[in-house]
């Protein structure tokens, strides 16, 4: 059943009740004036031992669908699907037995690690569900800790006496501790320095080496993700727009979006000054989404047709899908 | 007659603290030209701000020292200002922008109110006297935040920062910065806190703006690339010290300074093979705390030398306008 894909998420929706009146009505339902639209109506798969990478800007939904995937939150609708089977609506025990193979890096190293908690105990924490076996543990950690570049020696120490990038690499062993198939990196660098960032990608390209683990890489980097994924989706306000492999959609984009999202990219490079497209406006807001097609008040090319109508995520090219009613000419 | 804007001079700062004395700047020397942009590059915690709250007088005290050095601004070094003088000076000849406009703007006055008040100011010090709720305040407040691409600036004169996203704050932020007109404006990280699209925007308007109001900037980023978009010359610092300083150009073609190179070889390429090694930098920035004698890279330098760990080098010409803080570099 290798060909069902490791992850496979259809329709998926997740709203949030945005602030304001909130109140419980007759039925016992309870009802809000607004609603956010954070991540609406999502299809992706993901194989083993593959990273798709997913690019956006803050409050396209990259975090929420993140954490739907691992039910975290749950979906308003959809279907999740793990090893080909149905997650969705999976007791809190069953999922319990799934979770160690999903696991997630986040991006604030200085939040996502408890400072009252020995490195070690860090590590050991996941572990602890999945066996009782007190000196395998111990085992363990010792090997993922190595593993990610840290020192036996600093094993009893707290987090607070460790960088920013040994914190992330602590946060890796955590993750790696019960051999997940699928982790979830939420901007695992974004709160690094530059000549750090490069040691935790290597990292995380060697485990992946390893462990065959596929990743769901979140960033608003692009030029991380392209460095890391096997395949790419773009996501504007709670909608893929476009989703394909790596090398086709960075060279050739068909959406407008994703188009404009590369080029603005700054370049290190002084010569390359002045290509920068400049995307007019802002973000619309999620409680309140544009009709049709969201980008089409900021889009160039935008018609009558891309207000009145939503277009669909179809396939363009073999695996290049793009959700656009004029997708650019390669 | 030079045509320099701000000459720092052999600065230092140290930090006094209960828990010891921090050197957070070690001998810096920037020159900044007229209508200059000049970049200041480096890692969290190298010096990059205090240098900036240095040249604006607002270092903490009384914590931080200034054993030595000069800071020139029109002929005279601001280091012997009082805080009266200083005061003149801020806002109008020098104004600054930071990376999170929403802790920059006071949330209890509208826009409107808190672009007047900088331009009352500047109005009162050009020796008009001006009420803050005046015509002609309100037509300068309109006609900067047309000038910064505010939409419907009459409606949005009336309201909070907390009603506008990033960006736009971002843009309120550099309508208060050069509504003055100033001959030189700090900017500390403005793009920082801004998604790629909207820094672009950000990007665009601080460089036409500028040159409009010929204004020289010192662009603090810790992004490279942004600075390789928006600066004329290139300072790369490293704990506390200034490591290299060229035209932007050459620091991309030809950088000296194995940090810079480190630095410009860790970027993840567009040619690279995809989910290849990256050159990494081993080691972490160090601490302001424990900045290693000597050269403070060489720990993590892969060209390091015997001479590296004692002797600290300093910044010297390596070519014209060229100049580099590294033993492989000494002539002598």
């Known amino acids: ?330 | 007659m030079t045509n320099a804007v701000l000459e720092v001079h052999d600065l230092s700062v140290v930090f006094e603290t209960f828990e010891g004395r921090y050197n957070a700047l070690n001998n810096i020397n920037v020159t900044i030209n007229q209508s200059e942009v000049i970049g200041l590059v480096g890692e969290s915690g190298c010096g990059k701000s205090t240098l900036a709250l240095a040249v604006m007088g607002l270092l903490p005290r009384p914590h931080a020292k200034i054993p030595s050095g000069s800071i020139t601004f029109k002929g005279k070094n601001l280091l012997s200002f009082t805080e009266k003088e200083m005061e003149q000076i801020r806002g109008t000849d020098i104004s600054m922008i930071f990376q999170e406009p929403l802790t920059s703007l006071d949330p209890l006055f509208t826009i409107g109110d808190q672009l007047s008040e900088t331009i009352q100011i500047k109005l009162q010090r050009a020796g008009e006297n001006v009420r803050w709720n005046s015509g002609k305040v309100k037509t300068e407040v309109l006609n900067w935040m047309k000038r910064v691409g505010l939409a419907d600036p009459e409606s949005a004169m009336e309201r909070y920062p907390h009603e506008f996203s990033g960006g736009m704050r971002q843009r309120v932020m550099i309508a208060m910065a050069l509504a003055a007109e100033p001959r030189l404006m700090l900017a500390d990280e403005p793009t920082s806190a801004l998604d790629v699209t909207t820094q672009v925007q950000i990007l665009r308007l601080v460089k036409s703006l500028v040159s409009q109001v010929k204004a020289s900037v010192l662009f603090i980023s810790h992004d490279l690339a942004v600075v390789a978009q928006i600066a004329d010359r290139v300072a790369v610092m490293y704990a506390g010290m200034m490591v290299e300083e060229a035209s932007v150009h050459e620091i991309f073609e030809n950088p000296l300074h194995p940090y810079t190179q480190a630095l410009l070889a860790s970027f993840p390429k567009e040619e690279e093979v995809k989910k290849s090694k990256l050159v990494s930098i081993p080691g972490s920035v160090p601490n302001i705390a424990h900045i290693p004698p000597g050269c403070p890279f060489h720990p993590r330098c892969s060209f390091a030398k015997d001479i590296c760990s004692t002797t600290r080098p300093e910044l010297r010409e390596n070519s014209p306008g060229h100049r580099v803080a590294c033993v492989l570099y000494d002539k002598s």
């Open chain 1, 1 to 330: 059943m290798s060909n069902m894909g490791l992850l496979r998420l259809e329709g998926i929706v997740t709203h949030f009740p945005a602030k304001g009146a909130m109140f419980y009505s007759e039925t016992g339902a309870l009802v809000t004036g607004k609603t956010i639209h954070a991540v609406d109506g999502v299809d992706l798969s993901l194989d083993r031992n593959t990273t798709l990478g997913i690019v956006g800007e803050s409050g396209c939904g990259k975090t929420t669908l993140a954490r739907t995937i691992l039910l975290l939150i749950k979906p308003t609708s959809g279907r999740l699907y793990f090893e080909g089977r149905e997650i969705t609506n999976l007791s809190y025990a069953d999922l319990a037995k799934i979770r160690p193979n999903l696991q997630m890096i986040f991006q604030d190293p200085f939040s996502s690690l408890d400072p009252r908690m020995r490195a070690k105990d860090v590590i050991a924490e996941p572990l602890t569900v999945v066996t009782n076996d007190r000196e395998k543990v111990k085992k363990r950690v010792l090997e993922v800790f190595e593993q990610v570049g840290l020192h036996a020696d600093q094993l009893n120490r707290f987090p607070n006496e460790f960088s920013g990038g040994q914190r992330q690499r602590i946060a890796i062993a955590r993750a790696l501790a019960t051999r997940p198939k699928l982790v979830i990196l939420d901007e695992p660098t974004s709160a690094l320095d530059a000549s750090i960032q490069a040691q935790i990608l290597n990292l995380l390209l060697e485990i992946q080496e390893e462990y065959k683990v596929s990743y769901l890489f979140i960033s608003h980097n692009v030029g991380v993700v392209r460095h890391m994924s096997d395949r790419i989706a773009v996501m504007y306000l709670g909608k893929v727009v476009e989703e394909g492999p790596v090398g086709d959609l960075m060279s050739k984009p068909r959406h407008p979006y994703t188009a404009a999202l590369i080029s603005s990219i700054p370049k290190p490079n002084p010569k390359a000054r002045g290509e920068m497209a400049e995307i007019r406006g802002e973000t619309p807001s999620p409680i309140n989404p544009p009709s049709g097609c969201r980008y089409h008040t900021r889009c160039p090319f935008a018609t009558n047709l891309c207000s009145d109508k939503e277009p669909q995520l179809q396939e363009l090219e073999s695996g290049h899908h793009v959700a656009c009613h004029y997708p650019l000419e390669t």
